[in-house]
């Protein structure tokens, strides 16, 4: 009876209903003014807490496996000095045993001696109180200012809480004349995503221009000095390359233990000048047919040529990416931050133009050479799975709409119902502000949340129509005036709505605290308790002056 009361005060006083609709848009502004703060952030989905993450180590081109050996043993020690590591697994020259993620980051094409990959297991969820990401975030800064030996780049690989991607950040870059200058203008934007203070491991997937030395073999003369061209090429491997030549049975070994042979550190191939290098080769004799001992290098010619680098091409297109990874922060931030960096610094040697949301395109003042920047990566899911959803919500909300109108045949009267329901958001948003209060970690506004404010569109109307439908019926059976039907059937019908709520509260909330499907409870659980109060207050005056037009 109260609450009736206080219902029809609302609906028979002009200043009581205008506060109620001043409160409802405040409430409303300040909902939406926490994304443009950034108080609440958008990401399409929260770290994954893992048992495990990964280590790309990629070391300049032209790099020995003994440089890339020394750089990862320098990153297992700093590992085993962590009580959370359990073990360690290096793979030099090659990826780790692929998984669906590691084929879309590229593992599988890594066949280099400056590459490697470092697998790492930790404690369980369980048996530590810091998650995975807490965990990569803490260790990162020490690893790669200890282990960045020989200018190696040290990434940090976490497990894809959705879609496994390049990277978080992915950069294409096309166009340009030539592979040069494409690589030099991607340096440009890569020195821009360093700046931003939430990105980390950025890295252009471009080879560097190297030095090699080819031996180039002089068939001729290894024929006419009685030599086997195999025995030349056998002596060579064996000499820089090395090779299992033997086997050794031990008792306590479980299997044959391998006799590798090579010639030591001083002799390989790492000096720049051709005069030492043939010097060393001089040094390495084979036996002829006849018993007589041949120099290598009688036979043997060192060629100085520049390693021609790897192109990569999408859609037939050349292309260089840029990538980039997030410090416990969404992708879109800092991007938006470098993107207006990127207008300001490159605006005096570039004429710079929007192709897209995102996306850029440059011309160079001077050369009129053009390059396209291309946004992809997580942060192209995340656009994409905003944008799809954000089209199924009003779709959703077009489709009740008209629905309400076939019902009521009142287009005023629907508008209403549909307004009563997007007002909603506010639960959904103060809700994620409480939880980011509240955790550690920041929380987000994710894909899943969306989907959790979608679901919410039916139960609101339907509580509106409950209300409408009870009032309409008082008005016509019980000769009630407007305003007093419609207090009474929102009292009347507030112990239902309020049971359902409750019901809708307490399933959700088992979803609160998961670390994917957390934003889907939080946002049933804020939406509905705001529901509730929209169908009590806000309601109630949106529909008075429409009941008497479907009365008649």
Known sequence: MRLENFILSILESKTKSFLVYFITFILFVLSIATFPTEIIKAKMLPGKDSNTFSIYVDLKDGSSKFQTKEVTRCISKNLQKNELVTNISVFIGEGQPLDFAALVKQSALKDKQSQAEIMVNIKKAQDRDITSYNLISNIREQIQSNCSLYDANIKFIELPAGPPV?????????????????????????????????????????????????????????????????????????????????????????????????????????????????????????????????????????????????????????MINVIAETNKDSQIYPLLDARTQMLEDLSNEYIVSKTDMLNLSFENKTTSEKFDLVFDGELKVTIDTFIDLGGAFIIALVLIFFLMVMYYKSFALSGGIVLASFISIVGVIFAHVIMDLITADIFYLTATSLIGFIGLIGINSRNSTLIIDFSKQLVIEKDMSINQAIAKATATRSKPIILTVLTMVFASSLLATDAVFGGLGVALIGGTLISYIVSMFFVPVIIKNQIKKIIN
């Open 166 to 318: 390049l990277a978080s950040i992915v950069a294409e870059i096309y166009g340009g004349k030539n592979f040069e200058n494409r690589r030099e203008f991607s340096k440009k934007i890569a020195t821009i995503l360093k700046q931003q203070a939430s990105l980390v491991d950025i890295d252009i997937m471009a080879d560097k221009d190297y030095i090699k030395y080819d031996l180039v073999l002089d068939n001729n003369k290894i024929v006419k000095s009685a030599v086997s061209l195999e025995q030349v090429k056998n002596i060579l491997y064996l000499a820089y390359e090395g090779m299992e030549i033997s086997v050794v049975n031990e008792n306590n070994a479980e299997n044959q233990i391998p006799i590798f042979l090579r010639l030591d550190d001083s002799r390989l191939l790492k000096d720049s000048s051709i005069d030492s290098l043939e010097n060393k080769l001089q040094m390495l004799k084979v036996v002829n047919s006849n018993g007589n001992m041949i120099a290598i290098s009688s036979f043997v010619t060192i060629k100085k040529v520049i390693k021609e680098p790897t192109l990569t091409s999408k859609n037939l297109n050349m």
